[in-house]
């Protein structure tokens, strides 16, 4: 779960991070009011759980009431990247004499978390990775022993770093650290980390995202986990159960397993759009497939639904049902096309089949997504 | 030979008395792994069908000499059942469970250091040696016995390759779920490197996916050291970028570990890399020359 920049720097905040003076506010006349008491020009960040915000004009500066009032306004009826902005973080704009990246993240290979230091900071950091790798350091942190002071400040003057900066620099890491420990982060960054003409540091953005799967045992509070999902499709989708993603085309897609759906989606995009990915996990029903068709027919100009399952852990019989269910009881008119094997693949063939459904009985993905083309008319 | 199972592996079955372990137990044992054990913590002395429950792992081992074990325990204690079984010298640890906390396996792999019990998983459908043993969820049935080593990120996709592959008359030596978690036990280099010295396995299949860097270790790997052809899918190639995708290990993000890539650096490592799934039976029929 990624947190939002003001959520991330309040616990940057309580952690002993340097974090710029701020406000979070839903209206202009919030805004307004922040910024009174920070003091102008301020900065305006629309809290979107999305990258690349800055560039798509999510980030904005005022310097006078007036000025705030028309950029607030702006920014609060905009989209970015799609996502309505729903609330903008207004914080102080520091003077930055330069700006430096930490990061820390888990290294799968090593299985261990590693920090990522960098004396260029900035939205061109991974730029700077591919051109300059001597200016980013790694430090592989072994999980026994934890992390030590020491291990920052050595690489960081290798870096070529004065000493005060050195210091400071060394505590932001060891807190940073301690963050993605106690909230169990799969991504902690600051990016920039800015460096004040008076050497101070500052983390002037945050990112956090949470280990899903850690998310029960956290004791610190965190917000709600569906209440962030900005696509109603896709909150839908984690209200069920499922992993939905929303896409710009026009085909369903339901499957069972990540690899099956994304395979689908490829196959499927080859030729015609997908409407989205949906895929229902090792839990499949009657039930879930049931509410799986309702969300996929929730989208507007659907021209038709593939389903794609395979019957290992999952009764795919059940599901059968329940698409059948879905079907009758709504007179869905567009074509369906299911691919379904594995255990009682014979009987899942009969309900669909019996339900209006064209069942492809091949293993090949690719052949039923030929048929469901040449049923939409395009083939 | 197969890799990592033969009919002999000795197997215990850890969380055997809940619902999805007691499933999976029959359909391992009906398919004719050696299911030796069961552990469920207060359940010792009971018996599923004929298979008898024991408290521990230790206890399991010292009386059946299990060497394999089958991990059905949910995910808050998950890892303890891992490091029961290492402890108890288990040699083949098949982690079934989705959902375990990064930062436990980060503990798991620190605990693995110089043991030399292998870790399957965890969020894997499993391991088949087809025709001699099983240790997972797939559907035995599809399977063939053969000479083709399969290994893959995804469950369901590999269903369909091997179906195809038997179809096509093509059998598997070994087919190894390594799972899609971002921490995982052995990877697509630790079973290249195990089929690359089967001599029952005459070519390799990978199933990958957007997200990580496996494959391209694999890449590296088969350059440098592999004799036998290996042929390749990656999954994802219009996934949008930064964007989950089911799986933990298939995200997308700055870049890195998508699709593009990946079918690159492995091309240029000379694997035959499929752009559908559906060429991948006739891919590996041309690359061994079977017609």
Same mark, same amino acid.
């Given at each position: 779960?990624?947190?939002?920049?003001?959520?991330?720097?309040?616990?940057?905040?309580?952690?002993?991070?340097?974090? *710029?003076?701020?406000?979070?506010?839903?209206?202009?006349?919030?805004?307004?009011?922040?910024?009174?008491?920070?003091?102008?020009?301020?900065?305006?960040?629309?809290?979107?759980?999305?990258?690349?915000?800055?560039?798509?004009?999510?980030?904005?500066?005022?310097?006078?009431?007036?000025?705030?009032?028309?950029?607030?306004?702006?920014?609060?009826?905009?989209?970015?990247?799609?996502?309505?902005?729903?609330?903008? &973080?207004?914080?102080?704009?520091?003077?930055?004499?330069?700006?430096?990246?930490?990061?820390?993240?888990?290294?799968?290979?090593?299985?261990?978390?590693?920090?990522?230091?960098?004396?260029?900071?900035?939205?061109?950091?991974?730029?700077?990775?591919?051109?300059?790798?001597?200016?980013?350091?790694?430090?592989?942190?072994?999980?026994?022993?934890?992390?030590?002071?020491?291990?920052?400040?050595?690489?960081?003057?290798?870096?070529?770093?004065?000493?005060?900066?050195?210091?400071?620099?060394?505590?932001?890491?060891?807190?940073?650290?301690?963050?993605?420990?106690?909230?169990?982060?799969?991504?902690?960054?600051?990016?920039?980390?800015?460096?004040? *003409?008076?050497?101070?540091? &500052?983390?002037?953005?945050?990112?956090? %995202?949470?280990?899903?799967?850690?998310?029960?045992?956290?004791?610190?509070?965190?917000?709600?986990?569906?209440?962030?999902?900005?696509?109603?499709?896709?909150?839908?989708?984690?209200?069920?159960?499922?992993?939905?993603?929303?896409?710009?085309?026009?085909?369903?897609?339901?499957?069972?397993?990540?690899?099956?759906?994304?395979?689908?989606?490829?196959?499927?995009?080859?030729?015609?759009?997908?409407?989205?990915?949906?895929?229902?996990?090792?839990?499949?029903?009657?039930?879930?497939?049931?509410?799986?068709? %309702?969300?996929?027919?929730?989208?507007?100009?659907?021209?038709?639904?593939?389903?794609?399952?395979?019957?290992?852990?999952?009764?795919?019989?059940?599901?059968?049902?329940?698409?059948?269910?879905?079907?009758?009881?709504?007179?869905?008119?567009?074509?369906?096309?299911?691919?379904?094997?594995?255990?009682?693949?014979?009987?899942?063939?009969?309900?669909?089949?019996?339900?209006?459904?064209?069942?492809?009985?091949?293993?090949?993905?690719?052949?039923?997504?030929?048929?469901?083309?040449?049923?939409?008319?395009?083939? | 030979?197969?890799?990592?199972?033969?009919?002999?592996?000795?197997?215990?079955?850890?969380?055997?008395?809940?619902?999805?372990?007691?499933?999976?137990?029959?359909?391992?044992?009906?398919?004719?792994?050696?299911?030796?054990?069961?552990?469920?913590?207060?359940?010792?002395?009971?018996?599923?069908?004929?298979?008898?429950?024991?408290?521990?792992?230790?206890?399991?081992?010292?009386?059946?000499?299990?060497?394999?074990?089958?991990?059905?325990? *949910?995910?808050?204690?998950?890892?303890?059942?891992?490091?029961?079984?290492?402890?108890?010298?288990?040699?083949?640890?098949?982690?079934?469970?989705?959902?375990?906390?990064?930062?436990?396996?980060?503990?798991?792999?620190?605990?693995?250091?110089?043991?030399?019990?292998?870790?399957?998983?965890?969020?894997?459908?499993?391991?088949?040696?087809?025709?001699?043993?099983?240790?997972?969820?797939?559907?035995?049935?599809?399977?063939?016995?053969?000479?083709?080593?399969?290994?893959?990120?995804?469950?369901?996709?590999?269903?369909?390759?091997?179906?195809?592959?038997?179809?096509?008359?093509?059998?598997?030596?070994?087919?190894?779920?390594?799972?899609?978690?971002?921490?995982?036990?052995?990877?697509?280099?630790?079973? &290249?490197?195990?089929?690359?010295?089967?001599?029952?396995?005459?070519?390799?299949?990978?199933?990958?996916?957007?997200?990580?860097?496996?494959?391209?270790?694999?890449?590296?790997?088969?350059?440098?050291?592999?004799?036998?052809?290996?042929?390749?899918?990656?999954?994802?190639?219009?996934? *949008?970028?930064?964007?989950?995708?089911?799986?933990?290990?298939?995200?997308?993000?700055?870049?890195?570990?998508?699709?593009?890539?990946?079918?690159?650096?492995?091309?240029?490592?000379?694997?035959?890399?499929?752009?559908?799934?559906?060429?991948?039976?006739?891919?590996?029929?041309?690359?061994?020359?079977?017609?």
């Amino acid at each position: 779960m990624r947190l939002h920049e003001y959520e991330a720097l309040d616990i940057f905040e309580q952690n002993r991070i340097p974090v *710029p003076r701020r406000g979070v506010a839903g209206t202009m006349h919030e805004a307004l009011h922040v910024a009174g008491e920070i003091g102008y020009p301020v900065m305006l960040k629309a809290q979107v759980l999305v990258g690349g915000r800055g560039l798509a004009g999510g980030i904005k500066v005022a310097s006078t009431p007036d000025e705030l009032k028309d950029v607030a306004d702006a920014l609060l009826s905009s989209e970015i990247k799609g996502l309505p902005v729903r609330k903008i &973080l207004v914080c102080e704009k520091a003077e930055i004499a330069k700006e430096l990246y930490v990061g820390i993240t888990v290294d799968g290979y090593s299985g261990t978390p590693v920090i990522v230091v960098s004396t260029e900071g900035g939205v061109l950091i991974e730029e700077t990775a591919k051109t300059s790798p001597e200016k980013i350091a790694a430090i592989h942190i072994d999980p026994s022993f934890g992390y030590y002071p020491y291990q920052a400040r050595t690489i960081l003057r290798m870096l070529g770093l004065k000493q005060q900066l050195i210091a400071a620099w060394t505590d932001v890491i060891g807190q940073l650290y301690h963050v993605a420990l106690r909230y169990e982060v799969i991504i902690a960054e600051i990016n920039p980390l800015a460096v004040l *003409p008076n050497g101070g540091l &500052l983390a002037v953005d945050a990112v956090l %995202e949470v280990d899903d799967s850690a998310l029960s045992r956290i004791r610190f509070p965190l917000p709600d986990r569906v209440d962030r999902i900005e696509n109603l499709l896709e909150r839908r989708g984690r209200e069920i159960g499922v992993t939905y993603v929303d896409l710009d085309g026009d085909i369903g897609l339901i499957s069972s397993g990540a690899g099956l759906g994304m395979a689908s989606m490829d196959i499927i995009g080859e030729k015609m759009k997908p409407a989205n990915f949906l895929e229902t996990g090792g839990g499949i029903t009657a039930d879930l497939l049931y509410r799986c068709m %309702e969300l996929v027919m929730m989208k507007p100009d659907l021209r038709a639904i593939f389903i794609n399952v395979y019957g290992g852990i999952n009764p795919i019989h059940e599901g059968a049902k329940g698409v059948a269910r879905y079907i009758k009881e709504h007179n869905v008119k567009i074509p369906i096309v299911a691919k379904a094997l594995g255990n009682h693949q014979e009987e899942t063939w009969e309900i669909f089949r019996a339900a209006g459904v064209h069942v492809v009985t091949e293993a090949a993905t690719e052949k039923a997504i030929e048929r469901l083309y040449k049923l939409v008319g395009r083939g | 030979m197969s890799i990592i199972l033969d009919e002999n592996t000795r197997v215990v079955i850890q969380g055997i008395t809940g619902s999805e372990g007691a499933f999976h137990t029959r359909q391992m044992a009906e398919y004719g792994t050696r299911v030796v054990a069961g552990v469920t913590p207060g359940r010792g002395g009971q018996r599923l069908d004929n298979i008898p429950i024991f408290n521990t792992v230790k206890d399991a081992v010292k009386n059946t000499g299990a060497k394999a074990s089958a991990i059905f325990v *949910p995910p808050p204690f998950a890892t303890d059942a891992i490091m029961e079984a290492i402890e108890a010298g288990i040699e083949i640890v098949v982690c079934l469970t989705e959902g375990i906390p990064t930062l436990d396996m980060i503990a798991v792999k620190q605990y693995m250091k110089g043991k030399h019990t292998k870790l399957i998983g965890p969020n894997t459908p499993g391991i088949i040696s087809p025709g001699k043993c099983k240790i997972g969820v797939m559907a035995g049935y599809i399977h063939k016995e053969g000479r083709v080593g399969i290994t893959s990120r995804s469950g369901t996709l590999t269903y369909e390759v091997v179906d195809q592959l038997t179809r096509r008359g093509i059998g598997q030596s070994t087919c190894v779920g390594i799972g899609g978690d971002p921490i995982i036990g052995l990877t697509f280099l630790d079973i &290249l490197q195990l089929f690359e010295k089967d001599n029952e396995t005459d070519a390799v299949v990978i199933i990958g996916e957007i997200g990580g860097r496996a494959e391209e270790e694999a890449a590296e790997y088969f350059q440098k050291h592999m004799t036998k052809p290996v042929v390749a899918f990656i999954a994802g190639i219009t996934a *949008p970028p930064g964007r989950r995708m089911g799986h933990a290990g298939a995200i997308i993000s700055s870049g890195t570990g998508d699709a593009r890539t990946k079918i690159k650096t492995l091309e240029e490592a000379g694997i035959v890399v499929v752009k559908n799934p559906a060429e991948i039976a006739n891919t590996v029929a041309s690359v061994l020359h079977i017609h």
